[in-house]
């Protein structure tokens, strides 16, 4: 029978940590990255081995771990525990925060792509709806986003009231919202298009332009503007 080799027995060029300190965090592979959070395995798999399979439970794609829970990490995996499901999901956390720093800043909004790509990393794999709102100045430049409410699978609340407080805090000249839609369906609810003219109505007795809603499903969005609405 051949016995499994612990990371302290491999090639010291080959271990995750020493590798990444040698090399850089580009040489590494998103298994060996995962590896180095999770630092240890199970009795059959090295640490690297078992970030392999969930790399592969999450069809070796990021975005798709990202929407794992801590109680689908700790329930599939033999040797993912509360502590290490934690340190992934807060992994995946700080990338998606990481994202959107470098999306928004100083970012002139020009279409809805432009939208789309500054919520993306927030909303697309989010197994429930939050709604926000991005604030713009009069050069159409993002000064802030903000997250309104979340809510279940098929809905959140959302207080036209708080949008206008924050539209004012922030002496914002126009105003976009977006929200998610889990279920895979991008297309507007009735309700989504009476919240939409409803927030509409309240920016222009205050002189503020809606510009836009966008609707993000997994990678795909609809925007209201460019359907005609608005």
């Given at each position: ?121 927030s909303l697309s794999d989010l197994p429930y709806e939050e709604f926000w709102i991005l604030l713009l100045n009069r050069g159409n430049k993002a000064i802030n986003k903000i997250k309104i409410s979340h809510g279940g699978v098929s809905g959140t609340v959302v207080d036209t009231k708080i949008i206008l407080k924050f539209v ?63």
């Amino acid at each position: 029978m051949k016995t499994k080799l612990k990371l302290s027995e491999w090639a010291k060029e080959d271990r995750p940590r020493e590798k990444l300190n040698n090399k850089g965090a580009t040489s590494l592979t998103e298994a060996e990255l995962l590896a180095i959070l999770i630092g240890s395995g199970n009795r059959e798999e090295t640490a690297v081995e078992l970030s392999r399979r969930i790399l592969n439970h999450a069809k070796n794609n990021l975005l798709e771990l990202g929407r794992f829970s801590i109680h689908e990490l700790t329930s599939n995996f033999k040797g993912i525990g509360e502590a290490k499901a934690i340190t992934i999901v807060a992994a995946m956390e700080l990338s998606r925060r990481r994202s959107e720093s470098e999306t928004i800043e100083k970012r002139q909004i020009k279409s809805s792509k432009d939208i789309f790509d500054i919520f993306h990393s927030s909303l697309s794999d989010l197994p429930y709806e939050e709604f926000w709102i991005l604030l713009l100045n009069r050069g159409n430049k993002a000064i802030n986003k903000i997250k309104i409410s979340h809510g279940g699978v098929s809905g959140t609340v959302v207080d036209t009231k708080i949008i206008l407080k924050f539209v004012l805090e922030n002496l914002a000249s126009s105003i976009i919202l977006c929200h998610n839609h889990p279920s895979g369906n991008k297309n507007p609810s009735s309700e989504d298009i009476t919240i939409t003219q409803k927030i509409k109505k309240a920016c222009e007795a205050i002189d503020v332009t809606l510009l836009d809603h966008i609707i993000i499903s997994n990678n795909s969005f609809l925007s209201f503007t460019d359907e005609g609405l608005i």
